[in-house]
């Protein structure tokens, strides 16, 4: 029985660590729609300012949805 717990709750991970990469990505999008300049060409020219923005999307929507999903579980 135990193996079951632990193999229900190895998928709840993955599928919560998915889920949490696909917002990421929909947040980033949205930022990048939202600004007047483009997020990639940015980032490339290592402009640190809009690296720490993004990393603040990252981490906001990355604690965000794994409270979500950590409560979920529950």
Same mark, same amino acid.
Not at 25 to 33: A, N, P, T
Not at 53 to 68: R, S
């Given at each position: 029985?135990?193996?079951?717990?632990?193999?229900?709750?190895?998928?709840?991970?993955?599928i919560g %660590?998915? *889920?949490?990469?696909?917002?990421?990505?929909?947040?980033y999008?949205?930022?990048?729609?939202?600004?007047?300049? @483009?997020?990639?060409e940015?980032?490339?020219?290592?402009?640190?300012?809009? %690296?720490?923005?993004? *990393?603040?999307?990252?981490? %906001?929507?990355?604690?965000?949805?794994?409270?979500?999903?950590?409560? %979920? *579980? @529950?």
């Amino acid at each position: 029985m135990q193996l079951a717990a632990m193999i229900v709750n190895f998928i709840y991970a993955i599928i919560g %660590g998915l *889920l949490t990469l696909f917002f990421m990505y929909i947040g980033y999008r949205i930022f990048d729609k939202l600004t007047a300049f @483009n997020t990639s060409e940015e980032l490339a020219k290592d402009n640190r300012a809009v %690296g720490m923005v993004v *990393l603040g999307i990252f981490v %906001g929507v990355g604690i965000a949805i794994g409270l979500v999903i950590g409560l %979920g *579980l @529950n």
